[in-house]
């Protein structure tokens, strides 16, 4: 059974692009989180959502940022029109759903560079 | 989520047991302790959790007082590789999202 899969692992992207960063759950696992940490900072949540749907969003910035979990495919992070100070390390977690006695597990992350 | 406390940093001799506090005075009935770690910036790992009973896995042992203001996460056999942030965490149930703390630096030296 693979991981939390993430990709890129790294990506750079000029001040004013789009970013866009992938997560694939584990296999069965429905709910995804994401979370950002900034250089020398802590773990900081931004997204919670399940299949279609956006149960949890306290953490994301109001402008530029979101996030989608399609029926279909990977959960999207997308950064519009980056800047500087959006360069961190963002890293998605997935569950099973709720009624199963389990915990969240971590992708490794991608590391994005603004310049 | 109730707060936890953990202390900044922490020193451990290679082979000696680890002894990480969590305070959580705050702690709800139904919500649980979880320990993770993040090594290096690498994806946090899940090392275990629990309620209210002490619980042990592979990695690791987790003991919390009877009044569940507290807890201590215990790896058994320090290693280099278990140089670590460690957070203690606590949360209602599953599917809730975890909110981390500035966790506790373990330096495991030889």
């Known amino acids: 059974n693979a991981g939390v899969m993430q990709n890129p692992r790294h990506l750079v992207r000029r001040r004013g692009q789009e970013a866009r960063l992938r997560c694939s759950p584990m296999?069965?696992?429905?709910?995804v989180y994401w979370y950002r940490q900034l250089p020398e900072e802590g773990l900081k949540f931004m997204v919670y959502?399940?299949?279609?749907?956006?149960?949890?969003e306290s953490g994301m910035p109001k402008e530029r940022f979101s996030a989608e979990f399609p029926k279909e495919g990977p959960s999207i992070l997308r950064i519009q029109q980056v800047v500087r100070g959006d360069s961190a390390a963002y890293f998605c977690?997935?569950?099973?759903?709720?009624?199963?006695?389990?915990?969240?597990?971590f992708g490794q992350g991608t590391r994005l560079t603004v310049v | 989520d109730a707060k936890t406390t953990q202390p900044p940093s922490m020193d451990c001799a290679e082979g000696r047991a680890a002894n990480l506090p969590c305070n959580h005075s705050?702690?709800?009935?139904?919500?649980?302790v979880y320990w993770y770690r993040q090594i290096h910036s690498q994806g946090p790992q899940y090392i275990i959790h629990?309620?209210?009973n002490n619980e042990t896995n592979e990695m690791a042992s987790l003991i919390i007082t009877e009044d569940r203001k507290s807890s201590t996460l215990i790896l058994p056999h320090a290693t280099l590789r278990d140089t670590a942030v460690y957070y203690c965490?606590?949360?209602?149930?599953?599917?809730?999202?975890?909110?981390f703390g500035a966790g506790t630096i373990l330096r495991v030296k030889s």
């Open positions: 977690a997935s569950s099973p759903p709720i009624a199963l006695n389990t915990e969240a597990f």
């Open positions: 296999k069965g696992h429905s709910h």
């Open positions: 959502l399940q299949k279609e749907n956006i149960i949890d």
């Open positions: 705050t702690i709800s009935g139904n919500e649980y």
């Open positions: 629990g309620l209210k």
């Open positions: 965490i606590v949360r209602v149930g599953y599917g809730n999202k975890l909110v």
